[in-house]
């Protein structure tokens, strides 16, 4: 067959622009496999909702050039982690009650309640976090992200390269790496962490949460309106459990105590499985310990408490006084380290 004449051949400009919309196609990664449809799974009896996908999975917002930081592997590795988190859908929560509630109890066993033995405490000088931690050998499982996170915690490791830096519009606010698997933090700040992403060993993301109607209580004084707005605060993965803490940083009275509360969610089904009483929870940490949940509250001119909640219901079944609101909670040899605001505790855990 003859070839076209010259004035039955596409313009230039056309045949330019076709080749570069096949170059682009040619470059985008291969989209991941679909992440487990936790919203596809039924309610369970009682549960306040149904998981459903977020509101948020609009167009991708553009992606900033992926990093080579970390552990080495290649800037295209990074850009497929990257990918990978952008092209799934966040299960968007339903609304929590905002009050103790317990719906069906998370797997754990009947061992008894640790007590708590206040064996040291002392003032400490309010700005010296880091010093605390290098003089009791202690550290959190928290790796270094490329945002400005608020905290103070000595020892963070490096970010690895396949934990992706960002999600769509979101910045990466937080990641723990609590060995079998890593919590990412994901927000447009530290204070209004809204994303939770959960990845196995494998680096593979097992679940993927829109925790935002956990963030705004139901009720609050309107001219704290700007305050109340909370975040999530820190997760752990436990028997196919993730316990999550969510929470604002202001006066309890802003909120009338719809406040610092510690969660128990399905990881496969997004079902909240129960909810703490308020007011429990607004450490930077808390901590997982056998059956047991080890956590604190406090804040400006409100009581602080450390607390032990039972892990299967959430149920508090002690708490001690402290003299001003617990920043970080670190376990070590048989004892429960405590930073406060400006005391330092050690307790003996019996």
């Keep these: 067959m003859l070839a076209a004449p010259p004035s039955a051949q596409p313009p230039r400009r056309t045949r330019l622009l076709a080749a570069a919309l096949l170059t682009a196609c040619a470059c985008q990664p291969t989209s991941a496999p679909p992440a487990r449809a936790f919203q596809d799974a039924p309610p369970l009896p009682g549960a306040p909702g149904v998981a459903t996908p977020s509101p948020h999975d609009a167009t991708p917002a553009p992606q900033p050039a992926p990093s080579t930081a970390g552990d080495g592997a290649s800037g295209a590795g990074a850009g497929a982690a990257r990918a990978t988190l952008d092209s799934r859908s966040p299960v968007k929560l339903a609304p929590p009650p905002f009050s103790q509630a317990l719906f069906r109890p998370a797997p754990a066993g009947g061992s008894a309640a640790p007590r708590l033995v206040k064996v040291a405490e002392r003032k400490n000088e309010i700005t010296d976090g880091a010093a605390w931690f290098t003089t009791n050998g202690l550290s959190l499982p928290t790796l270094q992200v490329p945002s400005a996170a608020a905290g103070g915690a000595s020892g963070a490791r490096p970010l690895p390269s396949f934990v992706p830096e960002g999600y769509r519009d979101q910045a990466l606010v937080k990641a723990i790496d609590h060995g079998d698997h890593i919590a990412l933090f994901y927000g447009p700040d530290f204070a209004e962490a809204r994303f939770v992403a959960i990845l196995d060993a494998a680096h593979e993301v097992v679940a993927f949460f829109d925790f935002d109607s956990f963030l705004t209580p139901p009720e609050f004084a309107p001219k704290e309106a700007a305050f109340v707005r909370g975040h999530v605060g820190w997760a752990v993965v436990k028997d196919g459990v993730l316990y999550v803490s969510s929470g604002h940083r202001t006066?309890?009275?802003?909120?009338k105590g719809k406040n610092a509360y510690l969660s128990a969610i399905d990881l496969?089904?997004?079902?909240?499985?129960?909810?703490?009483?308020?007011?429990?929870?607004?450490?930077?940490?808390?901590?997982?310990?056998?059956?047991?949940?080890?956590?604190?509250?406090?804040?400006?001119?409100?009581?602080?408490?450390?607390?032990?909640?039972?892990r299967a219901t959430g149920k508090v079944v002690s708490k001690l006084p402290l003299k001003s609101g617990p920043e970080f909670l670190v376990e070590k040899d048989g004892k429960l380290f405590v930073r406060t605001y400006d005391t330092d505790y050690v307790f003996e855990i019996r």
Excluded: K, M
Aim: hydrophobic share 45%.
């Design 251 to 255: 006066y309890a009275a802003s909120s």
């Design 268 to 310: 496969a089904s997004g079902q909240l499985l129960w909810q703490s009483a308020p007011l429990v929870c607004n450490a930077e940490n808390f901590v997982l310990r056998g059956d047991h949940l080890l956590c604190g509250y406090g804040f400006t001119a409100e009581p602080d408490f450390l607390y032990v909640l039972e």
